[in-house]
Structures are given as C-alpha cells and as structure tokens.
C-alpha cells in the first residue's frame, strides 16, 4: 500500500541554523500538507498546497517557514532560522482531493529538536 | 473561533465498548476523521464520515455523527490491548484539517 514517507526521522539543530524537512507524497495525489505537533499537544496545520502554490496557512506559517516541491516527487519545508518553540515533531500529508474523498494520509514525522 | 474538543482520557477494560466523543464548530465541515496515534509514530487513519450521513460502521468501528449537535463519537467493539493509543478527532475546514486534542484510550487486561 502506497505510504507518505519522510526524512529524516529526527532532526537535531542549533537555533538561528535552516533546516529542510523532507517528504515524498504518495504518487497520484495532488494535494500537500505540513502539520506540526508540539509534545504534548495537539496537531496543527501549518500549510496546504497544490499546483505548485500555496493553497492554505494558517498563522503559525509565518515568513521562517517554505515549502517546495522542488520536483516531481518531493515536497519540501524549510525553516529559515530555527528557534527552540519549533522543536516539534513535524507531519507531511498527502491527498488526492476529488468529488469523492478529502482524506490526508500522513507520514512518520520528522522530530526537530532545536537547541 | 475553530475548535475540537475531546475528553482527554478514557480506560475500559479489554472487551468491552470504548467510545470515545469529540465536539466540532463548523457546521459546513464537508467530512469528519478519526486518527490513531501510537506512541512514537504517526497519524493512522481510522474511518471518516461524510457530514451527511448519520453512522458509518467499518468492523469493529461505528462513526455516529449528529450534526445539530456537532457531536461525533467512535466506537470500538470489543476493545484489544492493542488499541491502546490516542485518537483524534478532526473536522476540514477548507484545506485544513483542525485536529482536537486526542483522547488516550487505555485498555487493561
């Protein structure tokens, strides 16, 4: 069965350094996705995008963040300068997004820990 | 504004019915999920249901969603150890999927 699968599994940074988080969608689908979940906490969205575009964010996706699909395959986030309330544990989804379904199939995760 | 809310904890013992309830905001949510998160690892789907209908069972799991309440609960038949984890509730709302806090569920032999 077709998985979303991220890298790295855990990330370790010091804080002001950039990190990229990375993802590979499961292949026919359309729609992406980056959540982050604060230990502890609940999972929020961060962005959705399709068609090479931001779709949706939501305020936590200030200007530190990016992301990319830099081809076809991988989708990227990108955090500028680190800063130690990201440490977090970082989910990529994927969609297809038709008339019949909406449903986001979610990879691992990607810890942060931001020193 | 938007929220979940779950109850956070909930302990049954193995065989009997969990169910596990979950409060949303937006009446015009087109779909509403149930995730499970093991200790560790990622988000699993587990079933969602189509705001327009009432009740979806898929084997041991039954969706009972009321939408003038906004309530959505699951259930799970005949409870394993196995199904120890925390589940989460989440409505869509445009692209976003507006998660609660989870309910951890846990099942004593």
């Known amino acids: 069965e077709p998985e979303v699968t991220q890298t790295p599994s855990h990330q370790v940074t010091q804080m002001g350094q950039e990190v990229i988080l990375r993802c590979v969608p499961i292949s026919n689908h359309l729609y992406f996705y980056w959540y982050r979940q604060i230990l502890g906490q609940k999972v929020e969205f961060l962005v959705s995008f399709y068609n090479n575009e931001i779709s949706e964010k939501s305020e936590i996706f200030d200007d530190q963040f990016s992301v990319e699909r830099p081809d076809g395959s991988n989708f990227t986030l990108k955090i500028r300068s680190t800063k130690l309330e990201d440490s977090a544990m970082y989910f990529c989804?994927?969609?297809?997004?038709?008339?019949?379904?909406?449903?986001?199939?979610f990879g691992p995760g990607t810890r942060l820990t931001v020193l | 504004g938007e929220d979940v809310e779950q109850s956070l904890f909930l302990s049954v013992r193995e065989g009997d019915s969990s169910v596990i309830n979950c409060t949303y905001t937006d009446s015009s949510s087109t779909y509403l999920y149930w995730y499970k998160q093991e200790p560790g690892a990622g988000l699993q789907l587990l079933t969602y249901?189509?705001?327009?209908?009432d009740m979806k069972q898929d084997q041991r799991l039954t969706v009972l969603l009321n939408k003038k309440d906004k309530h959505l609960s699951l259930r799970i038949a005949d409870t394993q150890t196995g199904d120890s984890a925390i589940y989460f509730c989440a409505e869509s709302i445009g692209t976003a999927l507006i998660f609660g806090k989870g309910t951890t569920l846990s099942v004593s032999s």
């Open positions: 989804a994927s969609s297809v997004r038709d008339s019949k379904t909406d449903t986001q199939y």
């Open positions: 249901i189509f705001s327009n209908m």
